[in-house]
């Protein structure tokens, strides 16, 4: 293999793998976004159900807004994997050569 090949092929791994972090910061954002609403949620409708405060339509609208926001994240979040599954098909990588290159910083 030429060097520049190898050069060529590291650069790519490296690539990669910068796209796969942009694709995992993307999940765990919408994953603690989803719990926070879920126990947001729960704990709005077991006050609102105790009888300590009422349906609104603020309220309704806030549920809106973090709705749409966690619909942002989640579409940004299949977008990065998808650009990283292309990447990756496009360059003949595998996911152990992008697993390792993260290992190795």
């Not at 989640?74 to 360059?91: G, P």
């Amino acid at each position: 293999m030429s060097r520049s090949r190898g050069s060529r092929q590291y650069k790519a791994v490296r690539k990669a793998a910068s796209l796969k972090r942009a694709a995992s910061r993307d999940l765990i954002v919408l994953v603690v976004l989803t719990a926070v609403c879920l126990v947001g949620i729960f704990i709005y409708s077991t006050l609102m159900f105790g009888g300590v405060i009422e349906d609104t339509p603020v309220a309704q609208g806030v549920v809106m807004v973090i709705a749409v926001v966690i619909g942002f994240v989640s579409l940004r979040h299949s977008k990065d994997r998808r650009a990283l599954r292309d990447y990756m098909d496009a360059h003949g990588l595998t996911d152990t050569e992008v697993k390792e290159c993260l290992r190795m910083g």
